[in-house]
Nanobody
Framework: QVLLVESGGGLVQAGGSLRLSCAAS????????MGWHRQAPGKQRELVAA???????NYADSVKGRFTISRDGAKNTVYLQMNSLTLADTAVYYC?????????WGQGTQVTVSS
């Protein structure tokens, strides 16, 4: 059974930082394209950041320079460091693992940025 468990969400003031974690079980996440998606109320889900098995990273324009995706193979965990948070970053954040036909999602963690 594959499980992706996110943690680290919460309430933060604008300009603050949070670090999200996604712990994987049932897969070796370094063999997957790992990503963080988010969905704000009334908006479409969007890809925020991704890291390939080779370590290449990609970011949405809206978070470039503020967010950093990384992974720890020993802990089988992927992270999303979020700095300079704005109200627009308020959303449910989902961890994803993709490899060929396999596509796994976590349950999501809420990030709320207050003014």
């Amino acid at each position: 059974q594959v499980l992706l468990v996110e943690s680290g969400g919460g309430l933060v003031q604008a300009g603050g930082s949070l670090r999200l974690s996604c712990a994987a079980s049932g897969i070796i996440l370094s063999n997957y394209i790992m990503g963080w998606h988010r969905q704000a109320p009334g908006k479409q889900r969007e890809l925020v950041a991704a890291i390939t098995s080779g370590g290449s990273t990609n970011y949405a324009d809206s978070v470039k320079g503020r967010f950093t995706i990384s992974r720890d193979g020993a802990k089988n965990t992927v992270y999303l460091q979020m700095n300079s948070l704005t109200l627009a970053d308020t959303a449910v954040y989902y961890c994803t693992a993709i490899r060929g036909p396999y596509d796994y999602w976590g349950q999501g963690t809420q990030v709320t940025v207050s003014s």
